[in-house]
C-alpha cells in the first residue's frame, strides 16, 4: 500500500525566510510525484511533477526536488501570496493517486 | 477554457435525503475521480472512472454512487447510507488509464456538502 506523509503539518514564515516543505513516501515503484497548492475553499492547483530520483522543477519562487525517499518543496523569498496548503501525492502504476495530508503555510508580511 | 466544473458549490442536505454533485470536464480525459476532503485529512478517493460506462471503487465508497454515461460527467450520488456526509467534495480528471497514467490530474473547485 502506497503510504505519503508530509512535514510539518503547518509552517508559518516571514516574508523572504526561506525554507522547505517536505513530503516522504513509500510505494512499490514510483511512477510519478505531484504537488499541488490549495487555497482555502478551492480545488487543489496543479504545480509540478516528478518521475525519477535527481528530478528538478522550478516555478516562480518554487523548487521541487525528488529522492528515492522523498521530496522536497524549497520556497524561495517566499511572499503572502504563497499563503496555502501545499499537497504531495504518488502514483506508483496504479489508475490513482495517493495523497499526503498536506502542510500549510502561512507566509507573514 | 478548458477545465473542470462542479455545481453546486455549497449545498445543504437533509438527513435521510439522497444528493447528487455534478461534476463536468471539457479536456478530452478519460479517468475521472472523486475525492473526498475533511480537515486535517488528506484526500480520500471514494469512487474513480476510467473509461465510460465502468467505475470501481475507491478507498470510502460506502454511502455513495456514481456513473459514467458520457466522457464529459461523472456525478456522485450521496445516499442516505452515507454516515457522515459533511465534507467537501472534489472531482479530478486526468488523461488516461491504467498504468500509463503517471500523469497529473486536474480539479474542480469543490462541493462544499452540509448535511442539517
Known amino acids: 500500500e502506497d503510504q505519503v506523509t508530509q512535514s510539518p503539518e503547518a509552517l508559518r514564515l516571514q516574508e523572504g525566510e526561506s525554507s522547505s516543505l517536505n513530503c516522504s513516501y513509500t510505494v512499490s515503484g514510483l511512477r510519478g510525484l505531484f504537488w499541488y497548492r490549495q487555497d482555502p475553499g478551492k480545488g487543489p492547483e496543479f504545480l509540478f511533477t516528478?518521475?525519477?530520483a535527481g528530478e528538478e522543477k522550478e516555478k516562480e519562487r518554487l523548487k521541487a526536488t525528488l529522492t528515492k525517499k522523498e521530496s522536497f518543496l524549497h520556497i524561495t523569498a517566499p511572499k503572502p501570496e504563497d499563503s496555502a496548503t501545499y499537497l504531495c501525492a504518488v502514483n506508483s502504476g496504479y489508475s490513482t493517486l495517493t495523497f499526503g495530508k498536506g502542510t500549510m503555510l502561512l507566509v507573514s508580511p | 477554457d478548458g477545465g473542470i466544473t462542479q455545481s453546486p458549490k455549497y449545498l445543504f442536505r437533509k438527513e435521510g435525503q439522497n444528493v447528487t454533485l455534478s461534476c463536468e470536464q471539457n479536456?478530452?480525459?478519460?479517468?475521472m475521480y472523486w475525492y473526498r476532503q475533511d480537515p486535517g485529512q488528506g484526500l480520500r478517493l471514494i469512487y474513480y472512472s476510467q473509461i465510460v460506462n465502468d467505475f470501481q471503487k475507491g478507498d470510502i465508497a460506502e454511502g455513495y454512487s456514481v456513473s459514467r454515461e458520457k466522457k464529459e460527467s461523472f456525478p456522485l450520488t450521496v445516499t442516505s447510507a452515507q454516515k457522515n456526509p459533511t465534507a467537501f467534495y472534489l472531482c479530478?480528471?486526468?488523461?488516461?488509464?491504467?498504468?500509463?497514467?503517471?500523469?497529473?490530474?486536474?480539479f474542480g473547485q469543490g462541493t462544499r456538502l452540509t448535511v442539517v
Open positions: 516528478l518521475y525519477s
Open positions: 479536456l478530452n480525459h478519460d479517468a
Open positions: 479530478a480528471s486526468s488523461i488516461g488509464p491504467g498504468q500509463t497514467a503517471n500523469t497529473e490530474a486536474f
